[in-house]
Every structure is written in C-alpha cells, then in structure tokens.
C-alpha cells in the first residue's frame, strides 16, 4: 500500500471521483494549472482539461453561487475556498441558498452534488487569517453536512464520501498536516461514511473527543496520561454535522467522563453542542463537569500562537483534572 | 492582458462618451416606428403571449384584492412589467432554465403552470410543490424549468451562471435566463456573476427589469451611472438596452441574444426599462415616495393595451374577445382560489423532509418530540393535531429520556 501525505490523499480522491463521472468538476482561485496553493488539485487540469477543472476570478460568493447553480443543472462541482478564513463572502451563498435549496424548492431542486473544500486551521504562523477554524458558525445552518478528517486515509475516504453523498458538504482539511500527515492509502477506490463518529482508541476512564488536526494533540495528551494509568477512550467526531450523537453518549455512559478540544474559540464552539447534548443524555452517569479545551475567545494571534493554541499539555491537564474531580 | 495605447498627458475617461440607445418597435397605438421591423411572430403565438399578459395580470389583480381581504398573507404584483417578462419567455426554448427574482410569475403562465398550481403555492396547501415553507409568489417547477424562488437578492444570478455553464457541459444547445431588478445588481452577487459568466463563457442571459424603484429607492439613489447596462462593458459582455413595454422589441433582443448565448457560449445582458406599476409587495404603499402624476405617466404606457392594439391592428383580436376572456380568466381565479383555500396544510412531518436527502435520526426525534407537545395541546396548535400519526401519544418523554441513559 503507497504512503501518501494528505494533499496527495485529497488529489488521488479527485482524481478517482473525475475520471469516475464527466460532471465532477473542481475549481477555484489558482486551481488550474497551478494545481491550487497547496498543490491539492495538481495535475488535474491536464488530466481532465480547462472545461472540468479551472481557475476561477476572485471571488468567492462567485464560486459558490457558481457551483450551486452547477450542482442544481446536475453537475457534481468541488468548489474550493483557498482559505477557510476566506469562505465569508460566500456565507450567503452556502448558508441562505445551499443550505436551503432542498428544502425551499419542496424537493424539486437541490445541490446535493456539491462539496466544498477549504483549508482551516493554525499551527503555521498563519495568524488571523489563515488560521480559523470555522466549523461552528456552519454547523448552526442546517442543510449542510460538515465533514473534517484527521489523516491521509481519512481524507480520502471522507472526500469521495462527500462527493458522492446527495446532500452538499463543507469539507476543511486541517493544512497544517497537510504534508505533517502521512501514512497508508490504498491506490483503489473506497469511501468513509459521513455522519458516523470512529472511535480511534479504547479506554475505560475518560472519553477524549475532537475532530482534525485535534486528534493529533489528543494522541499526544492520550500518550501522557496512559503513562499514569489513566485509561482513555478517543473519538474522532468526523462529522461536524450531523454528528453522531450515540457514538459519543455510547462511550460517555461508560467512562462517565468527557473532555472535548477543539481549536476554534471557546464561545459558541461546538463544544458546547456535544456538551449540551451529551448532559442532557448521560446526566446521571458523569463523574465530572465535561471539559472544553479549546482555542481561546480572541482573534487568531500570530507570535503568540503556541501559548494560543489548544496543545497536547492542555488537553493532558483536562483529561487529569476530569479524573481527579 | 489589458489591450491599451499609450498617452503623455493624464486624460480621464467616465464612460460619457458613449451612451446606450433603447430598442424599440411598438409605439402605444400599436404601430410600429418608421423604419421597425417586427420579429417574426405568428397568430398562434401572438395570442400564447397575449393570453399569458392578460392572465397575470388577472392573477395580480384578484390576489391583492384577496391579500387585502385577509385571505392571503402576503403578494406581489407583475402589472407593469408583463411586456418584459413574457416577451422574454417566449423569446426561449420551453426547456431553457428560468431563474427568476419573484416578481415573474408572468413566466410560469406563459409556460403553462395552472392556476390551481399558483393557488396552492398562494396558500402554502399539501399541494404545493414547496410544501407550504415558503412565502406567497415562491413559486418554482421543474417541469417547466423554472428555479423555485429564493427570497435573498442576486443570489440567483451566479448560481444562473454556474447552471448555464452546467448546461454548456452537456452540450444541451440550452441556456438560462435570469431575471433581477435593478435594486438587486447593487449586490456583489450581480457583480461576481457577470466576471464568472464571461470569463467562463457561460450561455446565460442577464435579464435586469428596470423599473424604477427597488421598493422605495428610486433607481437615480441606486447608481450614479447610465442605467445598468453599461457594467456590460467593464466584463466585455454583449449588452442591449430594450422598451421593456414593448412586446415585439424585448422578444426580438431576447431572441437575439439566446442565439448569441447558445451559438457562441457568450453571457450577454439586456436592459428592459420599464416601470413598476404596483407597489412593490402587499406591505408597500407607495404614495409615501413617488407621484399619482407620475404613475399615471406609466400608466398610459401599459404594455398589455400595446399589444391588444397591436394584435387587433393585425386582424387577430377584438372587444368581444377580450371581454370573454377577462371574464373567464376571473371566474378562474376564483374558483381555484376557493379550491386552495379549502385545502389541508402540508402535513406536519414535511417539516423535517428536504432538510437533507433522508431525515436524519436528530430531526427525527425532535419530529417525535414535536408530535407529543402538539399532541399534549391540541388546541393551541389549529393545523398540526389534525395531521398527526396515531402511534405516537401523549406524555412519554421522561421514560424516553430514561431509556436513552442506559435504560435504567
């Protein structure tokens, strides 16, 4: 089985859903012959032509009203934002007509085919606007799936998920482990489900829960606290939204226990849905007030970023402090 | 790169050197101008066109009236406008894709949709095709090709760019026509929509009715500039500025410009100016911005007497005919409106369907959840009792929530 990074994962997907159906096309800024800035959409013009795969003038309202139309016609468009920090002037587009388009029209129209994906998140010195994790404020709309993997295979098999999935997915892939991340993916064609949580690790006295580059952080956290005996269960969530609420309550009711990090802002984070959620369900079997280990309520800082940042010691002292309450 | 020559002394240009004439055929006697030529257009589709003007018109008219009895929420008048809207439609392939703003429902008539099919989107029954989500005039029909309506503006312009592109893809020879108003091409929407389709080279048509106001703003507070069909040029697109009154001169640009849409995979722009004879929905009063003078200025314009002059200087109709069909065009409306008032509510699950594909388990049991709360108060809640399932009663929700803690 080849090694890959996960821009390599995220190209070989698209190269599998283009030459698999005519009517997938990707585009957007300096996705053409360039192959994108991250190089996510390489060689995909020369494969596939100027037609299904192309740079788009900037703009990014332009892009997404452009791919609903497309996804309306019976296109199957992925839309790229070069940016997650960049997707807000197309807000409108995703959050009033995407999000919607089913539901308003009765069933007679929808842009189930799109996907949209966009980079997010810190760790690269990108400070306030190539850094944010905006996960949240989509994860409000529904309508829209919201889908974040955590490696190569993941990424993959996430992707192709979301292309071929009949509702419209915001996919943000975590650029920091970009090329950090690699491992094995298979060469072949194979998808990963949306909407369904993985438990990544077994434990016994504290859940451990996040989605993307987090996981990484958590592995790291989750390392140290096994050193001191303490027997940890991880969930990678995947699926913003819908977001697999038995799989987490699942493990909570057994461990008694959740700590859940994420890098966006503590406030209106999603932590505190799962939270909400996961009280409201598991009530009388917590052990500890469920922890939220998160990016702080500021703008993304640039220097400060690793004090800023929701790292490894973070989310270790959270797992330690649930099981010592 | 941009084409230039050089100068040496710093001259400014502002777009005044040109300005856009205004194509016209019709004069309001229903003669044509010295010099017109009127597109090619048979007695048979002459009458399709005039039959639909005088429909919508109908329609408007009985459904303000039935707004400002009570009977409906909320509605939006076309009356004015007709000439624009049709001329445009008929100028089409019935296939091409129609993505409209929500005052052109003149386009549905023309291609067919019943009047029943309007009442029951009107009155938001369990048989409109939206499923009663949707405010009055939201229409939409896939089989007529007509995008369900989105309220939000100029949302609708790129997404007809990106469809027309779609279309392109499939080599359909079909394109699609998008209708805005004037107030809505100050969106960014407008803007990022015209650079997409020219530069991708998408068989669209950008239809801005231009009728004066976008709901109180007149359009001289909306742009500084000769109307909206000057942006054309600063995306090198075909543009042409049309009597949106005139029914002969808007279907022959529209003509025009779907052959140069579909032959030669080009965005062009058409101005139709015009003047929006109603106010601009049921919960406008316009007397509080604009003149009786200057409303009775457009009045004597209207573009269905126009082409009722026109059609009875060609020998294809007279006052008996138009007095038949007025009457029975109302007593239409009236029936199906009885109809669609009478008609249950879309049931209560269609309030989680079409949120996604498949309904997921989370709107599932808020659904459950909503079905016992109705059920608990069957009175505060008119519609929502009489269509609930019997399977699911009254009161469960603690063992519920016991059973989802473990089963304790």
């Known amino acids: ?31 053409g012959i360039f192959g994108g800035v ?25 892009i ?23 997707i807000f002037p197309a807000f409108d587009q995703i959050v009033n007509e995407t999000a919607k388009f089913r539901y308003r029209s009765g069933d007679l129209f929808n842009v189930g085919g799109l996907t949209i994906r966009a980079p997010y998140g810190g760790g690269i010195s990108g400070g306030l606007y190539h850094s944010q994790s905006p996960e949240a404020y989509f994860a409000h709309t529904p309508g829209l799936k919201v889908v974040v993997p955590r490696n190569p295979y993941q990424a993959k098999g996430l992707l192709l998920g979301a292309i071929r999935d009949p509702d419209p997915v915001l996919f943000f892939e975590p650029k920091r482990l970009y090329r950090a991340s690699t491992g094995d993916v298979p060469e072949e064609d194979y998808q990963l489900p949306i909407g369904e949580a993985e438990v990544t690790r077994e434990g016994t006295d504290v859940t451990v829960l996040g989605w993307g580059a987090q996981m990484e952080v958590i592995d790291r956290a989750v390392e140290l606290a096994e050193a001191e005996n303490i027997s940890c269960e991880v969930i990678d ?3 913003i939204l819908p977001w697999d609420q038995d799989s987490v309550v699942e493990s909570v009711l057994k461990t008694g226990r959740l700590v859940i990090t994420h890098e966006a802002p503590l406030t209106g984070g999603f932590a505190g849905e799962i939270a909400a959620a996961v009280q409201d369900r598991c009530f009388l079997y917590l052990e500890a007030p469920i922890a939220r280990v998160t990016g702080m309520d500021t703008p993304f800082p640039l220097t400060l970023e690793k004090e800023y940042l929701a790292d490894y010691l973070k989310v270790y002292e959270a797992i330690k402090a649930s099981v010592a309450f | 790169m941009t084409k230039t ?49 005088v429909a919508t018109r109908v329609l408007d008219e009985r459904m303000l009236a039935a707004q400002r009895q009570g009977r409906l929420s909320f509605y939006m008048q076309c009356i004015g406008e007709e000439a624009a809207v049709i001329g445009a439609t008929a100028a089409l392939d019935d296939a091409d894709m129609i993505m409209a703003q929500y005052r052109e429902q003149g386009a549905l008539v023309y291609r067919g949709f019943s009047y029943d099919e309007f009442m029951n989107q009107l009155f938001g029954n369990e048989l409109d095709y939206g499923k009663g989500r949707q405010m009055p005039v939201h229409y939409g029909s896939r089989k007529l090709h007509y995008m369900t309506i989105s309220s ?63 709901i109180s703003t007149p359009s001289i507070e909306q742009f500084a500039a000769d109307g909206v069909a000057p942006r054309a040029f600063g995306y090198r697109m075909h543009v042409i500025r049309v009597d949106g009154n005139d029914i002969l001169a808007v279907l022959a ?50 573009p269905i007497l126009r082409m009722q002059h026109w059609l009875i200087d060609q020998g294809w109709w007279n006052d008996d005919e138009e007095k038949a069909l007025q009457e029975s065009l109302r007593r239409e409306v009236l029936e199906t409106m009885k109809r669609a008032e009478k008609r249950p509510p879309p049931p209560l699950e269609s309030l989680v369907s079409d949120v996604y594909a498949d309904v997921t388990p989370a709107l599932q049991q808020q659904l459950d959840q909503l079905k016992r709360h109705v059920r608990q108060y069957p009175d505060a809640y008119p519609k929502g009792a009489r269509s609930l399932d019997p399977d699911v009663a009254a009161g469960h929700d603690a063992s519920d929530n016991d059973a989802s803690q473990g089963g304790k």
């Open chain 1, 1 to 31: 089985m080849p090694t890959m990074n996960m821009l390599q994962a995220i190209n070989n997907a698209l190269d599998i859903a283009m030459a698999e159906d005519d009517k997938v096309l990707c585009f957007g800024e300096d996705v």
């Open chain 1, 38 to 62: 991250f190089r996510a959409t390489s060689h995909l013009q020369e494969k596939y032509g100027r037609s299904r795969c192309f740079n788009t003038p900037l703009v990014e309202q332009g």
């Open chain 1, 64 to 86: 997404i009203g452009f791919a609903n139309g497309l996804a309306a016609q019976g296109s199957v468009p992925v839309a790229e934002i070069q940016f997650a920090d960049y």
């Open chain 1, 237 to 239: 969530l995947r699926s």
């Open chain 2, 5 to 53: 020559q050089d100068i040496h002394s710093p001259e400014f240009l502002r777009g005044d050197e040109f300005s856009i004439p205004t194509f016209r055929l019709l004069k309001q006697d229903g003669s044509l101008y010295e010099g017109a030529q009127a597109p090619e257009l048979p007695r048979e589709l002459a009458l399709r066109i005039y039959h639909s003007m």
């Open chain 2, 152 to 214: 939000p503006l100029a949302t609708q312009i790129p997404q007809a760019a990106g469809y027309a592109y779609g279309q392109k893809l499939a080599d359909e020879a079909l394109c699609t026509l998008c209708f805005f108003g004037e107030g809505a091409a100050s969106e960014g929407d407008f803007h990022a929509a015209l650079n997409m389709a020219a530069v991708h080279e998408a068989p669209v048509i950008f239809f801005c009715r231009n009728n004066g106001y976008a």
């Open chain 2, 253 to 302: 640009a529209t003509r025009e410009a779907r052959r140069i849409a579909v032959e030669q995979n080009k965005p062009v722009m058409i101005e139709a100016m015009s003047y929006r004879l109603a106010a601009h929905s049921s919960s406008d009063d316009p007397s509080g911005y604009r003149s009786k003078k200057e409303e009775e200025v457009w009045r004597e314009k209207d």
